[in-house]
């Protein structure tokens, strides 16, 4: 058993980096379920004035034909237009890169923003997809066949979980 | 051979692949195919109000018997998944130079169709077509005579959760013509698998099939004791042209016994609604004052069932190509 990777100070950093981007009006997007929770604490961070939107992107897996759909999809909540904005897209962990993939073709059916920036707590290695973040909480050197899974502990503090898994699948 | 067996819906793992009818579906499967549609229903705000689930497919409908209400929604919702819908009013088609069915579909599967919604008025139509079909083949059942309209049905569910929040306790009464009602069949098989507190049926004698009792429900001749404290009021059709011989009096007289007017309305719950799979008979099962009235959800039943429809054609084309997960 690995140590849990805590996100609290990863989070501050991001949030410091992401001001750095220097980005007018920002929207933020979580991805559903991960990314939404990082989103969460770098939403409130930030003191960011537009609602933060959550993206389930099951719709637009690559991967419906062969496992079909999660059924515990969620509804998408873009509570202001993407049109012409600088778009924020915060995920948990960037692997494959084919959930990001999912989530760039879901935000352009919302309409056209201006930039699209990547925010990742976890950066492991296995891209599939010529994919990278623009901030990276952290970089961490996982085998495939181990996971990091995220969790939210009884405090509400978000860390990682070091799993080894019995087969590929979740989260990319 | 009657088509009330189930089995044939779902394949040797254990995944949907048909949805020919209601009865023999576990309760899970029914709430997925709910809580699905669910996230189908933003759609409405997207600037391109289409997802690639369904890319690269072809789904024919297939219709012996005509529609267009469930023929239109059929269509919407293939084509919001992105599939390729191929319309076929079949009533007018080579059945009539003597094809038979299993020759028209097995036709149209070599042109590589992935998915037929079929609507006969012969009752296990759809389920005679998914028999015969390569397991590829999914087959959905659009209307098969008097046996199920299982689609319908589900839209008519999703509808009563949205709008009462869920089906426990609720009290549910089925107006009208249920002897020639696939529709009622559906509905009160869903209701039963959804745990709803109680089913009525109200209507004429000479419209409630005898055996109905042993689906589960009461039997009402009288509206205002059938409507008395119901939650939901679920009113068919009065279908005058399957009627063979003296079924009902007169129009006037159906309607003074059976026709749903506010007055009569008054004896259900004081928030109940009011639905109707449509067409509507005006003035003859319901009164317009109900039918265009505050408690009338009729119209949001027409909307939900496009994404009702989506989700049951995502379910059965998931997974379609087997294999394993790739993150």
């Known amino acids: 058993m690995t140590n849990p990777i805590l996100l609290a100070p990863i989070l501050d950093q991001m949030a410091a980096d992401i001001q750095a981007l220097d980005l007018e009006r920002p929207l933020m997007i979580g991805i559903h379920t991960g990314g939404a929770w990082v989103a969460e604490e770098l939403h409130r961070r930030l003191e960011l004035p537009s609602p933060l939107g959550t993206l389930d992107i099951s719709f637009y897996r690559d991967d419906f034909s062969r496992v079909g759909l999660n059924p515990s999809v969620r509804s998408s909540t873009l509570p202001e237009s993407v049109d012409d904005r600088a778009v924020i897209l915060v995920d948990d962990v960037l692997y494959t890169g084919r959930t990001l993939r999912a989530a760039l073709n879901e935000i352009f059916s919302w309409g056209r923003p201006a930039v699209v920036r990547l925010a990742v707590a976890l950066d492991r290695p296995g891209r599939e997809l010529p994919i990278q973040a623009d901030v990276v909480g952290q970089r961490v050197e996982l085998t495939p066949e181990r996971q990091a899974k995220i969790a939210r502990g009884e405090d509400g503090a978000l860390r990682f979980d070091i799993l080894t898994r019995e087969r590929r699948g979740g989260s990319a | ?327």
């Open chain 2, 1 to 327: 051979m009657m088509p009330s067996d189930s089995a044939v819906q779902f394949d040797s793992s254990g995944r949907l692949r048909h949805f020919l009818t209601i009865n023999g579906l576990p309760r899970e499967t029914l709430t997925g195919i709910l809580d699905t549609a669910e996230s189908f229903m933003s759609f409405g705000q997207r600037e391109i109000r289409k997802v690639p689930l369904l890319r690269g497919r072809t789904v024919v409908n297939l219709f012996f018997e005509a529609s267009t209400r469930t023929r239109t929604t059929f269509e919407i919702a293939a084509k919001r998944l992105s599939a390729d819908v191929i319309n076929l009013n079949a009533a007018r088609m080579s059945t009539s130079k003597g094809e038979t069915i299993l020759d028209t579909v097995r036709t149209l599967e070599a042109m590589h169709t992935d998915m037929f919604v079929v609507r006969d008025s012969a009752s296990g139509a759809a389920h005679l077509i998914a028999s015969h079909l390569p397991s590829h083949v999914r087959v959905i059942n659009a209307g098969d005579g008097r046996h199920a309209h299982p689609t319908q049905a589900m839209l008519d569910m999703f509808t009563i959760r949205r709008e009462k929040g869920g089906f426990d306790g609720l009290c549910v009464a089925i107006v009208g013509d249920v002897l020639h009602s696939r529709v009622a069949r559906s509905q009160i098989h869903a209701l039963s698998t959804l745990g709803v507190a109680e089913v009525r049926v109200i209507g004429p004698r000479t419209l409630i099939p005898t055996e109905i009792e042993s689906m589960g429900v009461k039997v009402f001749a009288d509206m205002a004791e059938g409507l008395s404290g119901a939650d939901v009021v679920m009113m068919l059709r009065l279908q005058r042209e399957r009627m063979e011989g003296q079924l009902v009096p007169s129009e006037q007289e159906y309607f003074s016994r059976y026709g749903l007017t506010e007055e009569k309305l008054r004896h259900a719950a004081s928030d109940a609604i009011v639905m109707h799979p449509g067409p509507i008979n005006r003035g003859l099962e319901i009164a317009s004052s109900v039918a265009d009235g505050e408690r009338s959800v009729i119209l949001s039943q027409v909307t939900n069932g496009i994404a009702v429809r989506m989700s049951i054609m995502a379910t059965l084309m998931g997974g379609a190509d087997g294999g394993e997960e790739t993150g």
